[in-house]
């Protein structure tokens, strides 16, 4: 496993913005898939967007195409979701998640499988006001 620290999250208006960074330890990250969740209150974790391990394949939930965009800096050991257009609905603590090492390695179909993430941060909360 490799630790993950999530920061960036807060209080933002509808319609502004926000980047959510995703520090993890290990030497480890950079051959590790990525992803980004949220849980919002009182709903179930749902998957947002992914990321193989070069950046050369993303994937992203409909609800949020256009508006998000997933990316990582492997040398800095750092993931990044940038949020555009927050809406109330994207209200959620986010958190991001890692794959085993080498998996996905152009890409796969399953992404959104919380099941398939062996690691996972804290989380960080988002907080759209209308």
């Known amino acids: 496993q490799v630790q993950l620290v999530e920061s960036g999250g807060g209080l933002v208006e509808a319609g502004g913005s926000l980047r959510l960074s995703c520090a993890a330890s290990?030497?480890?990250?950079?051959?590790?898939?990525m992803g980004w969740f949220r849980q919002a209150p009182g709903k179930e974790r749902k998957f947002v967007a992914a990321?193989?391990?070069?950046?050369?394949?993303?994937y992203y939930a409909d609800s949020v195409k256009g508006r998000f965009t997933i990316s990582r800096d492997n040398a800095k050991n750092t993931g990044y979701l940038q949020m555009i257009s927050l809406k109330p609905e994207d209200t959620a603590v986010y958190y991001c998640?890692?794959?085993?090492?080498?998996?996905?390695?152009?890409?796969?179909?399953?992404?959104?499988?919380?099941?398939?993430?062996?690691?996972w941060g804290q989380g960080t909360q988002v907080t759209v006001s209308s």
């Open positions: 998640a890692a794959m085993r090492p080498g998996t996905c390695r152009t890409g796969c179909y399953y992404y959104p499988r919380q099941n398939e993430y062996d690691s």
């Open positions: 290990g030497r480890t990250f950079s051959s590790r898939p």
């Open positions: 990321i193989n391990w070069s950046g050369g394949n993303i």
